[in-house]
């Protein structure tokens, strides 16, 4: 079993910065790949970042150059840097890991932390 615990949300003004982190326990989760997603009010959760055990990365169109993804695998936290933030980006904002070779079927989720950005 994989928990996932984030913190680090909350309220922030337009063109502000906010860091995620999301601590992971649990065995091998070094090697899963760690993401964040996100979902706004009425809308579907969508990918907002992912890492992989390699380092590699993966940004939704509308986030990239704002918000960066990083791991301490020494930590085992993943961290999201949200620059930039505007209005769209509000959302509950959800950890996820997931095991190397699956496809989303043995993902793990934090319960999420809100983004609210607002002057």
């Known amino acids: 079993q994989v928990q996932l615990v984030e913190s680090g949300g909350g309220l922030v003004q337009p063109g502000g910065s906010l860091r995620l982190s999301c601590a992971a326990s649990?065995?091998?989760?070094?090697?899963?790949?760690m993401g964040w997603y996100r979902q706004a009010p009425g809308k579907q959760r969508d990918l907002v970042a992912v890492?992989?055990?390699?380092?590699?990365?993966t940004y939704a169109g509308s986030v990239k150059v704002r918000f960066t993804i990083s791991r301490d695998n020494a930590k085992n936290t993943v961290y999201l840097q949200m620059n930039s933030l505007k209005p769209e980006d509000t959302a509950v904002y959800y950890c996820?890991?997931?095991?190397?070779?699956?496809?989303?079927?043995?993902?793990?989720w934090g319960q999420g932390t809100q983004v609210t950005v607002s002057s």
């Open positions: 890492i992989r055990s390699d380092g590699t990365t």
């Open positions: 649990g065995s091998g989760v070094r090697a899963f790949a």
């Open positions: 996820n890991s997931r095991p190397p070779g699956t496809r989303g079927e043995y993902d793990y």
